[in-house]
């Protein structure tokens, strides 16, 4: 089966974190969370991520009787905010849920990473996960119609990230359009 996804992250070179993931199933199952052990001070001081991927998170208003401040980056009362090592068991069973998994990405190379190590180092993917991401982007290069739908709206959400990237590769891989 194929799995389309996507992930917001902060990298500085040297590290890369998970902030969000998301991921749509070839038989329309949807998958997505958010990091709760996400790096928020560093988010803070990141003025591209501030404005683009924050403000699709889940927001809160802060809740002054229970301490939590308006400024925080994501609510972390929302259901979508998970600890890491939650998505990493729920990442692992929606993969492997249908057999060997087949898995897509917009550029993908960074969001394999972001994947493999909720695992810990790439040697410790589960079995049936596989080692690389087939990079859509790379693919359309090939084509000889190389246009692609144009995303609706939220951008840098990784669901919705991961649903475009679903539509793409159906439109990229339609009949007329292939090698």
Known sequence: MKYFYD?????????IDLISIGIIAEDGREYYA?????PARRIRKHEWLMANVVPQLPQGSGDRR???PATWVVDYHDPAVKPKTQIRDEVRDFLLSDGRPELWAWYSSYDH??????????????DGIP?????????????????LPKQGGGVHNALEDARWVKQAHTYATREGNRL
């Open 113 to 126: 990473v972001v994947l493999a190590q909720l695992f810990g180092p790439m040697i410790d993917l589960p």
């Open 66 to 68: 229970n301490h939590i």
């Open 7 to 15: 992930t917001e992250f902060i990298e500085d070179g040297t590290t």
């Open 131 to 147: 080692m690389y991401t087939h990079d859509l982007r790379a693919l359309v290069d090939y084509l000889p119609d190389d246009t």
């Open 34 to 38: 958010v990091n709760a052990n996400m």
